[in-house]
């Protein structure tokens, strides 16, 4: 999927029907992996799906944490995920992820508090490798508040 059929959908969403629809979808889906697998399990699943995700944003010409923001806010903005500022630390990168949904319809157990940050994680991840950080270099949540998901990629 390229981020021309993601806009698409994004448009068809706008129904809020169809919007709720894929709420109770997602939040379904999580209660059943959360069910089967373990904690870790699931975690690693939305890892994964983070950095699927993340293979639909094209980084060609990308040299700036600025220009890396405005594709990663493309596909957030048309999934409805909010949006990420960079800031160069001298630890490695800052990111500040904000205006996510904080909850899901239907996901009576909460699954989504689990699953965001994970997919984060894998996305995000996913584009600093893309871009040439090294296997020592992680990325990792440091703190989660409000509608506020700061995350860290460095040493």
Not at 49 to 78: H, P
Request: net charge negative; glycine share 12%; with cysteine.
């Amino acid at each position: 999927m390229k981020m021309e059929s993601l806009m698409s959908a994004r448009e068809r969403a706008a129904s809020s029907a169809f919007g709720h629809g894929l709420a109770i979808l997602t939040a379904m889906t999580a209660a059943e992996i959360f069910t089967q697998a373990s904690a870790e399990q699931a975690h690693g699943f939305y890892l994964a799906t983070g950095r699927r995700l993340a293979t639909i944003v094209d980084l060609t010409d990308v040299q700036e944490l600025d220009d890396l923001a405005a594709r990663a806010n493309a596909l957030w903005s048309g999934c409805g995920l909010g949006h990420v500022e960079f800031e160069a630390v001298d630890t490695g990168i800052r990111i500040l992820h904000r205006g996510a949904p904080a909850a899901l319809d239907g996901d009576r157990a909460g699954h989504w508090a689990q699953l965001l940050p994970a997919l984060l994680v894998g996305a995000y991840d996913t584009w600093f490798r893309q871009l040439g950080s090294g296997p020592a270099l992680t990325t990792r949540i440091l703190r989660e508040g409000g509608d506020t998901i700061e995350l860290h990629h460095g040493g």
